[in-house]
C-alpha cells in the first residue's frame, strides 16, 4: 500500500435518475425510478427521495409500485446516459493515463500516476476541482473518496454519499474499518455474511481478530487469506487502465412467456443481431456463440459452440444461435433470451469455408435504434406508435418535451427543458402527426466556443434518447470532524452517514 492518499473512486450517486432530475425541471426534488416497467422489470435506479420509501436498485418494479406510487416512473435512456459518463470519464482521464472505470458512474483513479497529486493536501485538491469540472460540464455532482488503497477509496466514497469528499488519511486505516459491518468489505455478499455471523463474526475487527487461520476453516484458503488482509487494510491491488473483455452478450426478459417456437427463433435472430452490432462497436469478434434460455420455471439452460476462427459476420452469429436453439426444448415457454459471443480477439477469420450462407457483408437489419429498443417496445412494433415514458419528443407548435404516459391511444407530454421552468402538460393521440421522437437536449447549455465537456473540448451529449448510474457537489473545507455542513442538494434529500473517525476528513 502507498503511503500517501492518491487513488481516488469516483461515485455519480443515483445516476440515472440524477439525469432525469436534471432533465426535466419539474421531477426536481421528486422521488424517481428508473428501470424496466413491464411486469417482470426491475428497479435500476431510484433517487434520493424514492430511497426514503424503501425503494433500491434491483427491486422488482412491481413491489417498487407498491412502496411508492406516486413517484415517477420512467423508461432508461442508455444511450443518453452513456453520452453523460464519457464526459465524466474525460475528466477523469485529464488527471491521469490510469483509470478504471466499474461501470457508466464508477471508477478508480491514480492520481500519482498522473501527477494530479503526491500527499494529503493535492489530492483532496485534485479530488475538489474534480467534484466542481463535474458539475461546470453536466450540471451533476459525484462523490469522491481517497485513500491510500482502492478498497478504502470506495468505502470513503460510500462514506461521502450523496454530495461530498472523504480523504481517509494513511495511518488510520485498521481504526476506521474496525467497527464497519463485515459486508463493507469487497466480497462479502448475503451468504457470506450470514456464515460470519453465526460465527459469532460481525465487523471487520472481529474479523481481524479472528485470525487468518479460523477464516480460512471457515471460508476456505483463497477467500479466507484475501478476508485477513483487507480486515488488516491490506490491499495492494493497482488502479488498471484496461481491463479485457471477457465477452460480448445482450438478453430480453419478455412480459409474457413466449410459447411460439417460430417468435423464440425470431427473438434469438434479433438478439444475435444485437450482440454482433456491440462486437463490432467494441472493434471486438469471437469464436464462441453462446445461447442463454431461461424457460417458464425458472430453469435456465445454456448451449455454446465454438468456430474454427473468430467472426463478426451476423450471419454467422444467427446461424450457430439458431443451431444452439435445436437443442434446447421450449415447449412450456420462455420468459428469458441472451445471446453472446466469448473466445474475443480483435481481428476476424476469413469465412474461408463458407461458415454462413449468404453473402458475408450483408447489412445488419434495422439499426442502432432497434438494437436499443426494449423487447416490450418491439412486440408491439407496428400495431401504434409508441411513447416510452420519460423519453424526448418534439411538438411542431410546442416545442420539446417528454412522454409522462400513454395508453389507450393517447400520449400525455410535459413540454420542458433542463433549462426551463417546469413545464405544461398536453395530451396528444399516439398517431398525432406533429409529434416525433426527439434527441435529449444537453443538461448543460453551452455558448458557442466554449470548450467545457470533456478535455478535449467537446460537447458530446449528443445521445440517441434510447433508454446503464449517481450525482453531487460540495465543499472542500478542511475539518477534521464528522461530515461538516457540506451543502446538500435540494434534489438529493439528506445525506447517508458518514460517522468515521475524527481524523477521516471531510470536505
Not at 262 to 291: H, K, N
Request: a neutral charge.
Amino acid at each position: 500500500m502507498r503511503s500517501a492518499p492518491t487513488v481516488l473512486h469516483l461515485d455519480m450517486d443515483a445516476f440515472f435518475a440524477s439525469v432525469e432530475q436534471a432533465s426535466k425541471p419539474s421531477l426536481r426534488g421528486k422521488a424517481v425510478i428508473v428501470g424496466g416497467l413491464g411486469p417482470r422489470g426491475v428497479v435500476a435506479t431510484a433517487s434520493y427521495e424514492a430511497r426514503v420509501f424503501g425503494v433500491r436498485s434491483a427491486l422488482p418494479m412491481a413491489q417498487a409500485r407498491r412502496l411508492a406510487p406516486n413517484a415517477a416512473y420512467l423508461v432508461p435512456r442508455f444511450a443518453f446516459y452513456r453520452s453523460i459518463s464519457d464526459q465524466v470519464m474525460g475528466l477523469l482521464r485529464a488527471l491521469s493515463p490510469l483509470v478504471e472505470p466499474l461501470s457508466l458512474d464508477e471508477a478508480f483513479v491514480d492520481l500519482e500516476a498522473g501527477g494530479a497529486a503526491r500527499d494529503e493536501r493535492s489530492a483532496r485538491l485534485a479530488g475538489a476541482k474534480l467534484r466542481a469540472d463535474i458539475r461546470a460540464a453536466t450540471g451533476l455532482t459525484g462523490s469522491v473518496g481517497l485513500a491510500a488503497s482502492k478498497m478504502l477509496a470506495k468505502i470513503a466514497s460510500e462514506q461521502a454519499k450523496p454530495d461530498g469528499l472523504v480523504l481517509i488519511e494513511p495511518g488510520t486505516e485498521r481504526a476506521l474499518l474496525a467497527p464497519l459491518s463485515v459486508r463493507t468489505l469487497p466480497g462479502v455478499g448475503p451468504a457470506t455474511g450470514d456464515h460470519l455471523r453465526r460465527a459469532g463474526i460481525h465487523t471487520v475487527g472481529d474479523l481481524a481478530e479472528a485470525g487468518e487461520d479460523e477464516l480460512v476453516r471457515l471460508l476456505g484458503k483463497a477467500h479466507g487469506h484475501a478476508l485477513h488482509a483487507m480486515s488488516l487494510a491490506r490491499d495492494d491491488r493497482s488502479v488498471v487502465a484496461e481491463r479485457e473483455t471477457k465477452s460480448v452478450s445482450v438478453e430480453d426478459t419478455y412480459d409474457v412467456d413466449i410459447h411460439d417456437r417460430v417468435r423464440v427463433g425470431v427473438e434469438v435472430q434479433r438478439l444475435a443481431d444485437r450482440c454482433v452490432r456491440r462486437l463490432r462497436t467494441a472493434g471486438l469478434s469471437g469464436r464462441t456463440i453462446v445461447l442463454k434460455v431461461r424457460r417458464y420455471d425458472f430453469s435456465t439452460l445454456t448451449r455454446s459452440e465454438t468456430l474454427r476462427g473468430p467472426t463478426d459476420d451476423p450471419a454467422v452469429v444467427r446461424e450457430a444461435a439458431a443451431r444452439l436453439l435445436d437443442s434446447v426444448d421450449t415447449t412450456g415457454g420462455v420468459r428469458l433470451l441472451g445471446v453472446g459471443v466469448s473466445g474475443l480477439a480483435d481481428y476476424t477469420q476469413e469465412d474461408l469455408f463458407a461458415q454462413a450462407a449468404g453473402e458475408r457483408d450483408k447489412e445488419l437489419p434495422g439499426g442502432e435504434a432497434e438494437a436499443a429498443a426494449p423487447a416490450e417496445e418491439r412486440q408491439q412494433a407496428g400495431a401504434e406508435r409508441r411513447w416510452p415514458a420519460g423519453h424526448d419528443v418534439r411538438h411542431s407548435e410546442y416545442g420539446h418535451g417528454w412522454v409522462q404516459g400513454s395508453g389507450l391511444g393517447r400520449v400525455t407530454v410535459r413540454f420542458e427543458t433542463p433549462g426551463s421552468a417546469p413545464g405544461r402538460v398536453r395530451t396528444f393521440r399516439t398517431d398525432d402527426r406533429a409529434l416525433h421522437p426527439a434527441d435529449p437536449l444537453p443538461l448543460v447549455e453551452r455558448s458557442p466556443g466554449d470548450g467545457a465537456g470533456g478535455p478535449d473540448g467537446e460537447n458530446r451529449q449528443d445521445g440517441d434518447g434510447r433508454g446503464g448510474e449517481g450525482a453531487h457537489d460540495g465543499a472542500d473545507g478542511d475539518a477534521r470532524s464528522t461530515r461538516d455542513g457540506r451543502a446538500a442538494r435540494g434534489s438529493q434529500g439528506s445525506s447517508a452517514g458518514a460517522g468515521a473517525a475524527a481524523r477521516v476528513r471531510h470536505g
